[in-house]
């Protein structure tokens, strides 16, 4: 099957705000046509314009800057648990972790699942796809199959956090081997999602310097995306990664203080064409939710900053800055990136991992 | 000279921001008398509540939370330059490093001056004292007296995000020994003063990642404050420190990430017990402005948060949390730290300095 | 009985920021004694300090800048709806008002029930205190029992957004009469609690110009509050109120912006003696919540500021700035007020109420 | 002259934050060709790209959201004093009051100066245009010419809060007929520019309940722009503005509670039937720089919010919420409106109002 066949797209989630992104995301898409939308029991047997709409108010919960697309305003939301997929052939979903838990797999029985969901991220047989990073994990597609005797198969996307780390880690992983990475998150109040999401009273004039679960799976999938595939399994990347992530008041855009130590010595040059150089094979593919680059570098000093430079690309883009030499660490470089954690980091990343796995013959 | 007698103090800068802390801190001072205030050409002859008034609004420009102490409002404010030395035992200073290169050297030249410039700091002559840190930096004072003839000294106090770094590590590098320090900061607004500050515009929503100098005066300070003497100068301590300074939309507290890898294994517990265990000698010297702890650890797992910890002890305490093991530095640990960037690390930390200074009789 | 005696307390609602609150603004109280703490049926049989931890984070849930009081760390949290009233004279309730409608008359049959919900405030029969404004209406606890059967009452305190318009307004009415009123509010997010509260992705950046239910509250207990006893019920008071109510990032303290139409020409002058003034007898009465002043007049021309004044008397003092001739309404005037919405406008005014009426015997 | 002919421009302030604005509302525009900067001697001689390049830290002061247009980059600034006006048929000025004083004057003796300074807003023979409001107010070009023997003339445009008060107006003017307005604003910090601006540390958590000269500038301007040409000179509109003018922690888009006495009776329906038709012949006009519509109404309850919907219409767009009947003004209505600042608010709205002027021949 070519990449010039549209395909039939179900969103799961579509009510949410993560939800809402896929279908901005997927708006007047050239190889992706929503045939259906599906969410909670509470949203089932709705025309989604009346879904998002706040009975006892009146108001309309639409969470995107960009308005709601018109087409799927008058889709009729499916319950997620009965969703039809005769007429599927990729389910993207946006649901919480416990949910995905239990529908995932109902729907990777038939058709593959390009998910935010944390669910089976930490599972053997399940590949983390990032663009332009780690493709030869699909190995682990066939595995997945025969161990779970599923037709399609499920992949999530990293954390959001991950997602910039992974980025800017790459290029330098590929060219001068990495010996170890220090980082601090300041993460924006849009990772956490509105139920319950983060309190103008909690982070008002504040940070909260704790995000429960938040570095382990920063420090787990840093390794596990940059490990390489070996006998139907992956090695995790032999380098150690320690984090303490927190949250800032900013709406949009994760913020990290990176430390790396490299394997070979590279000057800050070096480092600049590695990241300058290191996707033009996948940028080349020309996806069509594809950014001109994925990871940009700024002379500029006092950048990057989420305000200024999330939207960037549309979000799709790593924006790096103030390189330095670090006297710590082994070879030691530092940095400040800055990734838009709704953007690249959820719906919009999720839908180029699909573009991406079409056009790499993985979703056939 | 005892701690007894009231010493005739002058503050100048009186009319700024931290100048005006100065005179909150010494309120009703038992060792502190203020006798005279200084400030530029500008505010000169006026009596202090006219120099605060803002001609075309009529607004008074007053900065602290706690009101203006009554007494101070009627002293008539005189040019810095031209200050009267005769009955006036010790200067504090709160000036702009330029205007102290100029007025600090006349003023040492008779008598003590703690300041919170850092026109000085960087001197080889020049102690920069943290109380319960580095008494024994006072050998600096014969040496600096000999090189410049001054019957005076001049002591500038820490840059403020060094202040809260060096109180934490100071115990360990005691008990342990430190090897290097990795330190990420996220910085209130009131560090930067009023002239510029930070303008909303360019903070709201958003982290800056860049202030200028900042990085290398806490790398810089952090090895001359915990450095040793030897033979009249200071040998820096033998350990790195490679820190990215950053700037929130958070008005007081400055928040720091820190990774530190140790000379010598130690337990999470053996880490709280030097934090708790660390200041007991210099507590045990009661001082007026010294705080029960200077370091605190809490369990609470979110915290240390600036707009809930940062007044702890009236700013006087850094809040320690989240420590963990770190696994990439060799006998690494990792945590977070607030420190109350317009108390301890500015105006009331130099009163507590001068109050060391005087109990310890190197002022006398 | 007299005031020296100290009354018996149960709060209900005690986990909660209200309660919290309450348990604050009661600890040493010379008056009242904290026998009983109530909460729902979750936190029953637990120790407060267990009923205020996370379980799943170990964090402590606790929401006062203050600490909790250590005495009430080890009383055991019943079950609202089986609080034992047998040693209780008082009761304060901090609870929703659906929950409210339930236990409130359960209590109110035995004892007086101060609470800051709204379940009764609009009954008839139910008189809504602001302590120096309309202690008359103590007429309508009769009239309340004799309605329902009750040996206590009950006394809900008015909208926090109410509170401190009343208290400027009620001197203007006594003394030049008002014949309208337009306010335009900005308020706190603590005012909508925690849950769901304000979610900073909401607010940051940004204003939401619409509060549910809100000007309608505001308008209606103006009028109930300003209004006269007359045969047993109380005429509202016969002015208009139209209000906008807004919802701004900002902590604590609420802004309004008020037009006001006298009935009788006033100067400026006039109207700040009327502030200066309007309260010296309540004020005279010494209660030991009261602060010395109920609104305050500051001539600073860019004051009242939330953040520079909410805490002016531990938040029990209404702010009041920029009095200017207003030219549109009937000998208008304008001016600008700040009232602490989570102090004088909650549990630290119910506290004073509940003291109000032991001085005044109607809790006896 | 046909608007077909496109106009040489010049722009002068073009290195701050509104004369920045001019160029992205230039770029690539159909009518207007940039052909001359000016700016203060300190910028005359450089490149623009050297003239926003900070000589200290190497970073480019661009303020805007918009990348800098590239062909402006490489044109060298003149100083304002000695602009050459030679090929130049239009100037957009965009400096403070006092230089614009000085300039405007040399500008208007030769051409069309189309200002966003207030130099000669409350000038008798000085047009304050507002597009689809008061064209009829050209009549003043010729009375201002013949005054002050100027070839050119200059225009000012309104302050920034009264553009979207007075959009808000117009229609309900026309139709009902305007008895009195009172309104309240909550204004972005961005009005307030960047010299001196608005700190942080000033409005974090806060609200400054005082803009100088800001109430007086909307009264007086309100009634000039809605008032009728007679005899050569404005008579101003006959109702009363009443105006309390705040400051919040809000970048971008001014918000104001209004409330309007009408002088006939109108529903709430025949006024949002005026603001939907009350511009249809301007926008018949098809200017390039006009939005679809100028005022919009919206039925969303929580509506209008700055961060969602300031970007109407690329800022063009005023729009309007929460209408409601008033019962306190005579025929009284209610709604809230928000204006984008720094878009129809400053630049844009300058660039709108010199194309009207070009397309009703005022400009030839």
């Given at each position: 099957?070519?990449?010039?066949?549209?395909?039939?797209?179900?969103?799961?989630?579509?009510?949410?705000?993560?939800?809402?992104?896929?279908?901005?995301?997927?708006?007047?898409?050239?190889?992706?046509?929503?045939?259906?939308?599906?969410?909670?029991?509470?949203?089932?047997?709705?025309?989604?314009?009346?879904?998002?709409?706040?009975?006892?108010?009146?108001?309309?919960?639409?969470?995107?800057?960009?308005?709601?697309?018109?087409?799927?305003?008058?889709?009729?939301?499916?319950?997620?648990?009965?969703?039809?997929?005769?007429?599927?052939?990729?389910?993207?979903?946006?649901?919480?972790?416990?949910?995905?838990?239990?529908?995932?797999?109902?729907?990777?029985?038939?058709?593959?699942?390009?998910?935010?969901?944390?669910?089976?991220?930490?599972?053997?047989?399940?590949?983390v796809f990032l663009p332009g990073v780690n493709?030869?994990?699909?190995?682990?597609?066939?595995?997945?199959?025969?161990?779970?005797?599923?037709?399609?198969?499920?992949?999530?996307g990293p954390n959001c956090t991950t997602v910039g780390l992974v980025f800017s880690l790459k290029p330098l992983y590929?060219?001068?081997?990495i010996?170890?990475v220090?980082m601090?998150?300041?993460?924006?109040?849009?990772?956490?999602?509105?139920?319950?999401?983060?309190?103008?009273?909690?982070?008002?004039?504040?940070?909260?310097?704790?995000?429960?679960?938040?570095?382990?799976?920063v420090?787990?999938e840093t390794q596990k995306i940059l490990g390489?595939?070996?006998?139907?399994?992956?090695?995790?990347a032999?380098?150690?990664v320690?984090?303490?992530?927190?949250?800032?008041?900013?709406?949009?855009?994760?913020?990290e203080?990176v430390?790396?130590?490299?394997?070979?010595?590279?000057?800050?040059?070096?480092?600049?064409?590695?990241?300058?150089?290191?996707?033009?094979?996948?940028?080349?593919?020309?996806?069509?939710?594809?950014?001109?680059?994925l990871v940009?570098?700024?002379?500029?000093?006092?950048?990057?900053?989420?305000?200024?430079?999330?939207?960037?690309?549309?979000?799709?883009?790593t924006?790096?800055?103030?390189?330095?030499?670090?006297?710590?660490?082994?070879?030691?470089?530092?940095?400040?990136l800055?990734s838009?954690?709704?953007?690249m980091g959820?719906?919009?990343g999720?839908?180029?991992?699909?573009?991406?796995?079409?056009?790499?013959?993985?979703?056939?």
């Amino acid at each position: 099957m070519s990449a010039a066949k549209r395909r039939r797209v179900a969103v799961v989630g579509a009510t949410g705000v993560a939800g809402q992104q896929f279908l901005v995301s997927l708006k007047n898409h050239p190889w992706f046509e929503v045939k259906r939308l599906a969410a909670s029991e509470r949203s089932a047997g709705k025309k989604f314009s009346d879904a998002i709409k706040d009975a006892s108010s009146g108001a309309t919960r639409w969470f995107c800057d960009e308005p709601c697309p018109k087409e799927f305003l008058s889709i009729t939301v499916e319950h997620a648990e009965k969703l039809i997929l005769d007429d599927i052939d990729i389910v993207f979903t946006a649901i919480e972790s416990d949910a995905a838990k239990i529908v995932e797999p109902i729907y990777a029985a038939r058709v593959p699942v390009v998910s935010t969901a944390s669910a089976f991220r930490y599972e053997k047989d399940v590949p983390v796809f990032l663009p332009g990073v780690n493709i030869d994990h699909a190995a682990l597609v066939a595995v997945q199959r025969k161990n779970r005797g599923w037709k399609g198969f499920v992949t999530p996307g990293p954390n959001c956090t991950t997602v910039g780390l992974v980025f800017s880690l790459k290029p330098l992983y590929e060219r001068f081997g990495i010996g170890s990475v220090i980082m601090t998150s300041m993460q924006a109040v849009s990772g956490a999602g509105r139920s319950p999401g983060v309190l103008s009273f909690d982070i008002l004039d504040n940070i909260v310097p704790y995000i429960p679960k938040e570095e382990e799976k920063v420090q787990t999938e840093t390794q596990k995306i940059l490990g390489k595939i070996d006998n139907g399994t992956i090695l995790s990347a032999p380098f150690n990664v320690s984090c303490t992530c927190t949250r800032v008041n900013v709406i949009d855009g994760h913020t990290e203080s990176v430390f790396v130590g490299l394997q070979n010595k590279a000057s800050l040059q070096d480092v600049k064409n590695a990241w300058r150089d290191g996707y033009a094979e996948f940028l080349s593919l020309g996806l069509p939710s594809a950014p001109p680059e994925l990871v940009h570098y700024t002379e500029e000093p006092f950048r990057p900053q989420p305000r200024l430079d999330r939207n960037m690309n549309d979000g799709m883009t790593t924006v790096i800055g103030r390189l330095r030499e670090d006297n710590v660490l082994p070879n030691g470089i530092k940095y400040v990136l800055l990734s838009h954690n709704t953007k690249m980091g959820a719906a919009k990343g999720a839908v180029l991992t699909g573009e991406y796995l079409i056009k790499t013959g993985i979703i056939e």
